[in-house]
């Protein structure tokens, strides 16, 4: 049984260039949402997908954007890339928006990551 | 909204000792989730334990255990027989209530490193 997976593992851009990352969630997951970690720093929500919409967004410009594919994997797509969106981009996969399938919690399963560095 | 705290940026144990790694969480909400998570230099984060706010007991998962006092709003996590291979920064999160419901907030970490 396959975890998240996410691509590519590293990234480089420069600034003002659009990048798109991917993830595919835990089998049997239809909810994921994505994360940004910059360097010694806790991940800070991004928003989260689930039924091919944004249900939630935390407090993020409209520059970072997001879809969900029929099969529940995502994208994560931001523009106009700034040196301050360097970070570790995490994808976490969970079993329906406010779910849980162990007692009454949402375990949320997460992937490597995507580390994108922008020059 | 909600708020983690975690006030150790670096905590050293000995290998088979045991370490207790503070974190503290603030919210109105009389439901919650709070979690632990293990990020290693690879960057994954991985699930520990998890305490639900109206959970008698508190939380065991092997060599982790949650201290969970909830009129002091903390939920420290504690490792037992501590292993090399547990050095890593570890993250004390919350699970949102209502609209913000699976969204999770975290602390900034406590990196732990463990020596032999």
């Known amino acids: 049984d396959a975890g998240v997976t996410q691509s590519p593992t590293h990234l480089i851009k420069t600034r003002g260039q659009q990048v798109t990352l991917r993830c595919s969630p835990k089998?049997?997951?239809?909810?994921v949402s994505w994360y940004q970690q910059a360097l010694g720093q806790g991940p800070q929500f991004i928003f989260q997908?689930?039924?091919?919409?944004?249900?939630q967004r935390g407090n993020f410009p409209d520059r970072f954007s997001g879809h969900q594919f029929p099969n529940y994997s995502s994208e994560l797509n931001v523009n106009a890339l700034l040196l301050g969106d360097s970070a570790l981009y995490l994808c976490a996969s969970s079993p329906g928006a406010g779910t849980g399938v162990r007692g009454t919690y949402n375990e949320q399963f997460f992937g490597p990551g995507t580390r994108l560095t922008v020059l | 909204a909600q708020k983690i705290t975690q006030t150790q940026p670096g905590m050293f144990v000995q290998e088979k000792e045991a370490v207790t790694l503070d974190c503290t969480y603030d919210?109105?909400?009389?439901?919650?989730?709070l979690f632990w998570y293990k990020q290693p230099s690879s960057g994954e984060m991985i699930f520990l334990i998890y305490q639900g706010s109206y959970d008698q007991q508190n939380a065991t998962e092997g060599r982790y255990s949650l201290n969970f006092q909830k009129a002091r709003k903390s939920a420290n996590l504690v490792i037992s027989a501590s292993q090399l291979g547990d050095s890593a920064m570890y993250f004390c999160a919350m699970r949102g209530r209502g609209s913000t419901l699976g969204r999770l907030y975290f602390g900034r970490g406590t990196q732990l490193t463990v020596w032999p």
């Open positions: 997908y689930y039924e091919e919409e944004e249900r």
């Open positions: 089998s049997g997951h239809d909810t």
């Open positions: 919210t109105s909400d009389p439901s919650y989730g």
